[in-house]
């Protein structure tokens, strides 16, 4: 996808809820949770691993400050943070993004293991 395409490259400034030097803060327009958001890096890259070091501390920033508003407006009881970096791992826009998604008592009927989910025969380590 061309940075001309790329629907992080080209958002409506009233999407944007929280604007950096190096990262941006925004809603997920398909939300898994109540205050699912994304904090995306300006530039156009496609994985975490390209970031510079002042996109990465921009991105841990604007992170922080992204938790405190979803604790102000959606008063959730657990986050959940994950990157899908390559198409293997589940990304489907190719420009990096953070997703901080809100997680709250009863969304789930057993929450043990979160992100490990994504391999759903590995998920459960432990032992009841």
Same mark, same amino acid.
């Given at each position: 996808?061309s940075?001309?395409?790329?629907?992080?490259?080209?958002?409506?400034?009233?999407?944007?809820?929280?604007?950096?030097?190096?990262?941006?803060?925004?809603? !997920?327009?398909?939300?898994?949770?109540?205050?699912?958001?994304?904090?995306?890096p300006?530039?156009?890259?496609?994985?975490?691993?390209?970031?510079?070091?002042?996109?990465?501390?921009?991105?841990?920033?604007?992170? *922080?400050k992204?938790? *405190?508003?979803?604790?102000?407006?959606?008063?959730? !009881?657990?986050?959940n943070?994950?990157?899908?970096?390559?198409? *293997?791992?589940?990304?489907?826009?190719?420009?990096?993004?953070?997703?901080?998604?809100?997680?709250?008592?009863?969304?789930?009927? !057993?929450?043990?293991?979160?992100?490990?989910?994504?391999?759903?025969?590995?998920?459960?380590?432990?032992?009841?």
């Open positions: 996808m940075k001309a395409s790329c629907p992080f490259c080209a958002l409506p400034a009233e999407r944007i809820l929280l604007l950096a030097d190096e990262a941006l803060v925004i809603r !997920d327009a398909f939300p898994v949770s109540p205050g699912h958001t994304l904090v995306i300006r530039r156009h890259i496609g994985s975490f691993f390209e970031l510079t070091d002042a996109e990465r501390a921009c991105m841990v920033e604007l992170l *922080a992204a938790k *405190a508003e979803l604790d102000l407006s959606f008063q959730p !009881d657990g986050f943070i994950g990157i899908n970096d390559g198409a *293997a791992a589940g990304q489907t826009v190719p420009h990096l993004h953070l997703n901080l998604i809100p997680r709250y008592r009863g969304d789930a009927l !057993d929450p043990r293991g979160g992100v490990r989910w994504v391999l759903p025969a590995k998920a459960k380590y432990w032992v009841e």
